[in-house]
């Protein structure tokens, strides 16, 4: 049996589980820049606020006084996901974290075991030991028990935030409920082209012949429809890495200064360059990207973005940034306002596969000089060594006006308790 446990909306779970106050009150939480709504408590939900909400339409709902919003504090929300990772896993040795808030856990030779008991009792150790609700879902496949997480979530007073997908009768019920566009990895264009042969639920879909399945949805397609028919297609993933790394962010205002955002692609490389060396992983193609305000129709709109291989696989903040703006300036145009820009690390390979060049590598003492800047600097709110491509004045300017602490990893953030 597989088991996919899933945290209840976790982003506002993270912020009530330092302010118990909030719970039973309407929580949201805005993106980058608070631009909009990316996470919402079941309360939030009832009253009518969507996702993707802009911020400032929050105002219609101001009359609601016990509506509490809050900017995105992605460093606790981390180390929430951390917690309670480690604490599933005592459950079973056999698990792969599917995203910050789910993971899965196979349970082998637990036949004679009562799961909807042992499910219980997970949700208990998990509240108990990261104040963070969660849901159950139990089934023979992974997809069954991403259907069952559903169950357990939708009906989580009935059935006690947990539910077991282990009979035949119980497997055909659930996907008669499932809607066709709620089935996992069926996105929305999909959606449509199935509903226009005439499938609109999960079951619809295990009815169809498996040539046509695949025809049209390739083998990954054909996978999915067994694996919801009750046959295990898919096993545990160990923890991959990452195909690509990306820091990207919006700016408060439309950005016409070449400076500026020169300044915001070098440190955006070089916390992409940071994210390598704690996975310990290197990179051999960089891109950037530059987008216009598209909301603004009435002033001229530009996009472009540029891919650059490098000499050699780097994880130095040195070379990417130098290289991340190199590529800046083969897109940039003057003349624009800016609303967004980004880095993306590509070609990403193992310390033991570093990709070299035959002819010359990266100077040594940039390692060196890495492993320096990364002890001075952790767990530092800023930096205390940076490039000189950077403003460290600039780190924390990203509009976050209703931040929360973080609770768990700064010292001057710890709750005091008199």
């Known amino acids: 049996m597989f088991a996919l446990i899933d945290c209840n909306n976790f982003y ?26 990316i996470a919402r408590s079941n309360e939030a ?20 006084k016990d509506l509490h919003i809050f900017s995105s504090n992605y460093e606790l929300y981390d180390d929430m996901s951390k917690r309670v990772m480690s604490t599933l896993a005592e459950f079973s040795p056999e ?98 082209k199935l509903m226009g042969w005439g499938v609109k639920t999960a079951y619809d879909f295990t009815q169809l012949d498996d040539y046509t399945v695949q025809k049209e949805l390739s083998i990954v397609g054909l996978r999915l429809k067994k694996e919801l028919s009750g046959l295990n297609y898919l096993d545990l993933e160990e923890t991959e890495r990452k195909k690509a790394i990306a820091t990207t962010r919006s700016f408060a205002h439309d950005e016409y200064s070449y400076e500026n955002i020169s300044e915001r692609v070098s440190t955006f490389a070089t916390k992409c360059a940071e994210k390598l060396r704690r996975e310990q992983s290197y990179c051999s193609k960089i891109e950037v990207f530059v987008i216009t305000n598209k909301f603004k129709q009435n002033e001229p709109q530009y996009a472009n973005k540029v891919i650059l291989n490098l000499p050699f696989a780097s994880n130095s903040n040195i070379t990417i940034s130098k290289y991340a703006v190199k590529a800046l300036n083969i897109i940039y145009k003057q003349g624009y306002g800016y609303k967004k820009t980004g880095v993306v690390v590509h070609g990403i390979s193992p310390e033991p596969y570093k990709q070299g060049n035959l002819f010359f590598n990266e100077n040594p003492k940039h390692e060196k000089l890495m492993k320096v800047m990364d002890y001075l600097n952790v767990s530092k709110s800023d930096p205390v060594v940076t490039l000189a491509s950077q ?28």
């Open 12 to 37: 506002a779970s993270s912020e009530r589980a330092f302010q118990p106050d909030l719970n039973g009150k309407p929580v949201v939480v805005l993106s980058n820049n608070d631009g909009c709504v």
């Open 45 to 64: 939900k009832d009253i009518g606020i969507k996702m993707g909400l802009p911020a400032y339409q929050l105002k219609e709902f101001e009359s609601n």
């Open 95 to 192: 698990m792969e974290v599917y995203s910050i808030d789910e993971i899965f856990l196979k349970f082998t030779g637990y036949e004679k075991y009562n799961l909807t008991k042992y499910g219980q009792k997970m949700r208990k150790v998990v509240k108990k030991n990261c104040w963070i609700p969660v849901s159950v879902g139990f089934a023979p496949t992974k997809a069954l028990a991403k259907v069952a997480n559903k169950i357990a979530k939708k009906y989580s007073e009935k059935v006690g935030g947990v539910y077991v997908i282990d009979t035949d009768a119980k497997r055909i019920k659930a996907l008669k409920w499932l809607s066709i566009e709620d089935i996992w990895g069926i996105g929305r264009q999909l959606s449509k």
């Open 391 to 418: 403003d460290i004045k600039k780190r924390e300017k990203m509009l976050r006006e209703t931040l929360s602490k973080c609770y768990t990893t700064k010292w001057d953030d710890l709750i005091l308790i008199s």
